[in-house]
């Protein structure tokens, strides 16, 4: 009896750490799940000529946590960069235009967080595909007729930045992030790339 007692003890002292260690390593490769959402703005970089207002910024995001620090996340953001500028039309007179450039972003990101208590700082880096309906200015040889369309391009664009959530709940983190972003697309009314910092507050809720 003394010696089943014993086996037991001594199989208890290696079961328990192996079971302990499975679980750690189950727990470890388990895939964490985020449906993130958040609105801000977008400064431009270059505040002279016709971009010197400040934008409006939205995301959604699926997020992914397949490692300890590491997550991934695919990315659907808008974004209206204000603009206004000056023309003069083929009579010699003055035109001023103001509106807006709607740019849609899709991608990926990458990125590395920290845990510390409630608070979780992160970096990430991306890249994608940037939709811009880019403004056209249309003159005639007729004094003062000039219209303002659109011509929709595409740019492969990359994007950066730094965040930090902090959790509230199990089920809402609140999160600020901070980016840059690169758009190489020119515009008949701005002869330069459409690169700003969108600054965003949003959420992140996980799906399982």
């Known amino acids: 009896m003394t010696k089943t007692i014993t086996l037991y003890i001594l199989a208890l002292f290696f079961v328990i750490p192996a079971t302990a260690q499975i679980d750690s390593v189950e727990h470890s490769r ?8 958040g609105i801000g703005l977008y400064l431009p970089t270059s505040t002279h000529g016709a971009l010197h207002e400040t934008g409006f910024a ?10 300890k620090h ?3 996340r695919l990315f659907l953001d808008q974004y209206n960069i204000a603009f206004s500028t000056k023309l003069t039309d083929n009579d010699g007179s003055q035109l001023t235009l103001k509106g807006k450039v709607p740019t849609t972003m899709i991608g990926l990101d990458a990125g590395y967080n920290w845990h510390i208590k409630k608070f979780s700082p992160y970096i990430f880096t991306g890249a994608g595909i940037a939709i811009t309906d880019v403004p056209i200015l249309e003159q005639t040889s007729k004094p003062g007729n000039t219209t303002l369309t659109t011509q929709s391009q595409s740019a492969f664009s990359f994007r950066g930045g730094v965040g930090v ?4 709940s199990r089920f809402f983190i609140l999160y600020f992030e901070s980016q840059f972003l690169s758009f190489p ?8 790339n459409l690169n700003g910092i969108s600054l965003q507050v949003g959420f ?3 799906l399982q």
């Open 30 to 37: 388990k895939l964490l799940y985020y449906f993130n959402g």
């Open 58 to 67: 939205s995301s959604f995001q699926f997020q992914v946590d397949y490692k």
């Open 70 to 72: 590491y997550f991934s």
């Open 165 to 168: 959530d902090y959790k509230i």
């Open 185 to 192: 697309i020119t515009t008949q009314i701005y002869n330069g």
């Open 204 to 206: 992140k809720t996980p």
